[in-house]
């Protein structure tokens, strides 16, 4: 079915200029327009659209406020700022509601793929309860301790930028958060970004103040809503995978941006559990509870009780957060490595390695769907190096325990 988008902007021109831009893309699209935040409104009580694609700058109702009233009462749409230069109080009330920001002027591929790769996942959550759940995110929860640590710093007398990307570093929900700022264009920066240290580098301190004790763009989880088993491992396991998958990229001399994807989709493999145990704390705990009662690989239990799993949720909250799609392949696939089209060493498969080699490392044993794959490292023509991977990522705990 066609996907149906409303494209807001006060300027007639800039509207005719769409019009006219994206006219080769009706055979994909259903698109509407208006001139104003209010008639967008009255386009979407009339309408179901998909996708909204908004100016900033708007007289009346402006696009953050616009966007934050379509999050309280469409929330299952996919929410795009398409605006000019904005002063910084304007970009961070749009940090919020806006799943994405594109600086205008923005060519028509541009703006294809990204409508397009936001909703490109979509189809495979299933029940729009979980899209909405996914589409409703302004943020993945923290540690506690990490978040107290991180306020700590940025209340300090005189705050560190390096002791704070140490802290985001360390936490999944901070870490996917600041990849999704520094991907778009929300503050202009258009390079490769090797690690969540390096992305607050580049934000810089006085704009990570304004994010998080401002905008609030990080959240502080709940831990005892949690049960035990998640609460205690997820970012233990987060980190360690993160590590490996950066060492097992690096022994496939793989360049340096390959090993910095796979570092930090290790980092962030698992946060479609997050995800879920943010907004359906409940029927996500029946999945646990499965698991624990069936001995089911988790992943399992996640589709007997909710007809999808956390790698599909994790790789669409990616995908929509506009974060590189090397990172949202390994989190989409990170189970079943086989199922993507790629045929490679990619992230992928240090993410997929990784992810097996930490389980089995663990005391309590490996919770996977199944042992390495070894016809898919076999068509990569790397179906012995799976024990030198293990050997060079017990080296890395046995190091990190001294």
């Known amino acids: 079915m066609k996907k149906r988008i409303l494209f807001v902007d006060d300027e007639p021109n800039v509207l005719l200029a769409l019009r006219r831009m994206l006219h080769s893309a009706r055979g994909e699209w259903d698109m509407s327009f208006a001139e104003s935040g209010q008639e967008a409104l009255d386009l979407l009580d009339k309408d179901r659209f998909d996708v909204i694609v908004s100016d900033m700058r708007m007289p009346g109702m402006d696009g953050a406020q616009l966007l934050a009233e379509v999050r309280e009462r469409y929330p299952y749409m996919v929410r795009i700022v398409l605006s000019g230069q904005s002063d910084q109080e304007t970009i961070l009330r749009s940090v919020g509601p806006a799943h994405q920001y594109l600086s205008k002027p923005c060519d028509a591929a541009t703006l294809k793929a990204t409508v397009s790769r936001a909703c490109s996942l979509r189809a495979v959550l299933g029940s729009e309860s979980i899209q909405r759940c996914v589409l409703m995110l302004k943020s993945l929860p923290s540690l506690p301790s990490l978040y107290v640590k991180l306020m700590d710093e940025l209340r300090s007398p005189s705050p560190s930028i390096a002791k704070v990307g140490e802290v985001i570093s360390a936490d999944v929900g901070m870490t996917a958060k600041i990849l999704q700022l520094v991907n778009s264009a929300f503050f202009g920066i258009s390079q490769h970004v090797s690690s969540p240290t390096q992305a607050v580098n580049l934000l810089g301190l006085e704009t990570i103040k304004a994010l998080v004790l401002s905008a609030q763009v990080f959240s502080q989880f709940e831990v005892e809503q949690l049960p035990p088993h998640l609460a205690s491992h997820l970012w233990n396991h987060s980190l360690a995978t993160g590590a490996y ?11 340096a ?13 698992d946060v479609g559990k997050l995800a879920l145990a943010v907004n359906l704390l409940d029927r996500y705990s029946k999945a646990l509870e499965l698991s624990e009662r069936e001995q089911l690989p988790l992943i399992n239990a996640e589709f007997q009780t909710m007809g999808v799993s956390h790698a599909e949720v994790g790789g669409y909250l990616l995908s929509l957060w506009g974060l590189p799609d090397p990172i949202v392949e390994a989190v989409t696939f990170h189970h079943y490595p086989g199922e993507c089209p790629a045929k490679d060493f990619i992230p992928l498969t240090a993410v997929y390695a990784a992810n097996i080699i930490e389980h089995e490392m663990r005391p309590d044993g490996a919770d996977v769907a199944s042992v390495a794959d070894t016809e898919y490292l076999s068509g990569l023509g790397l179906g012995k190096r799976f024990d030198v991977w293990r050997d060079a990522c017990e080296d890395i705990t046995e190091k990190k325990g001294e």
């Open 257 to 269: 941006q390959t090993s910095d994807h796979a570092f930090m989709a290790g980092l962030l493999h």
């Open 245 to 255: 998958s950066r060492a097992i990229a690096r022994l496939e001399d793989s360049d």
